[in-house]
């Protein structure tokens, strides 16, 4: 696997401190799911390895995955309490002023879609960063939103590092 440059030193991290590994991985769950913050921080490459790593080194897959969850489903949170609370003054706050359509793609993407939709743009970069937003501008009802935003986060933290978990176990036990 090849492994951005930005992304090394902290996979050599987490492979040498492997106790830090499930809250490295909520901090970047949660900053890969907090809108603004989301656009800043390339934490999909860095799930994704750590998966690897779990796979390679034998750390425990579960409090990882948990800990995706968590970080993932309190990202989501906090944007929707955002989104609720600023509504359309949200879209001139940084980042998002430099990036005028991401927000108003993300609301369409909402209104189309309503709570399918909150499950869904987890799935996509740029709507993970404004569908929560754009569901507390619109008073989503906080129960509905809450039940798609955490099956969602289970769902995405098990792809984020399943393949790589899973992936680099069953190799490692397939090399002779």
Sequence with gaps: MNIPDFAQPLMDFVREHQ?????IVGLLAFGESLAFISLL???TVLLV???ALVGA???EFWPIWSAAVIGAGLG?????VLGRHFHDPISRMWPLNKQPDLLPRGHAFFER??????FIGRFFGPLRATVPLAAGACTMPMLQFQLAN????GVWAGLMLGPGAYGMETMIK???
């Design 76 to 80: 989501d949170s906090i944007s929707y």
């Design 150 to 153: 955490w099956l969602s986060a």
């Design 19 to 23: 106790e830090w590994a499930p809250a």
């Design 174 to 176: 397939l090399t002779p």
């Design 57 to 59: 080194t034998g750390i």
């Design 49 to 51: 390895g750590i998966g």
């Design 113 to 118: 879609w309503g709570v399918g939709g909150v």
């Design 41 to 43: 921080i390339p934490a």
